[in-house]
């Protein structure tokens, strides 16, 4: 194994670790009608009118992914852990949504070229040993003229904890990034038409938010 699938490896233990509780929290679950209906919001404004082929990055317990569902659109999960799949599966059941969940490493999709209209990913470049390769991947399968929709931070983690007291200096974007210095990486990665807004509703987040959220988008150049 090379010291990035080492890295990798326990990027993905730490998260099958946190599957089983990791929606408690009230900034990563949907707690409630009026959160959901916020999310709901934030992400129809950003996504276009449905059904848009959607692969959702680092899907997690599939929030983002039964969201977009809910709004109509045809939705792809995709993460690393396979705990956190099966909780999103659940999910998807318990609410009759038809969401494809699939195992699959952010930096390379084994997704086909210009295989959806739009990527999104939520809080998951923090986690990725090389960032520029995750996003290069994610034009790939979004195709020219395509989107990718990022909710994103700046949070400056105080301590590492549990497996990213390891890694956490193999990871190049472990404390988020304010949001014009993220812009200014995506352009570098190619994306056009690069622009972000502030998420600091208390409603999204379930409290006051901690951190710097947003919502950062860029189109796929033709």
């Known amino acids: 194994m090379t010291e990035r699938d080492d890295v990798k490896k326990l ?7 946190r599957a089983e509780t990791f929606d408690d929290e009230v900034h990563h679950g949907i707690h409630g009608e009026d959160q959901r209906e916020r999310w709901l919001s934030v992400l129809g404004e950003r996504t276009g009118e ?11 317990t599939g929030v983002v992914s039964l969201l977009l569902a809910g709004l109509g659109h045809d939705v792809t999960g995709v993460d690393v852990a396979p705990a956190m799949l099966e909780q999103a599966r659940e999910k998807a059941r318990r609410a009759g949504l038809s969401v494809a969940f ?3 490493d952010a930096e390379g999709l084994g997704v086909q070229d210009d295989a959806v209209d739009l990527a999104t990913a939520r809080h998951l470049l923090w986690t990725l040993p090389d960032p520029e390769a995750a996003v290069e991947e994610w034009q790939r399968v979004v195709g020219p003229g395509g989107r990718l929709l990022l909710i994103e ?15 956490h200096g193999d990871l ?3 404390h988020g990034r304010p949001p014009g ?9 190619g994306l056009r038409d690069v ?3 502030p998420l600091d509703d208390p409603v999204l987040w379930g409290r006051e938010p901690r951190h710097d959220y947003y919502a950062i988008a860029g189109t796929v150049p033709r």
């Open 50 to 60: 449905p059904p848009q082929r959607v692969l959702d990055v680092g899907c997690g």
């Open 172 to 174: 190049p974007l472990y």
């Open 181 to 189: 210095e993220l812009r200014e990486f995506l352009r570098e990665a």
């Open 102 to 104: 699939q195992r699959g």
């Open 11 to 17: 990027v993905e233990r730490h998260w099958n670790n």
């Open 153 to 167: 931070g700046y949070w400056d983690h105080p301590e590492p904890r549990d497996e990213y007291e390891a890694i």
């Open 195 to 197: 622009e972000y807004e």
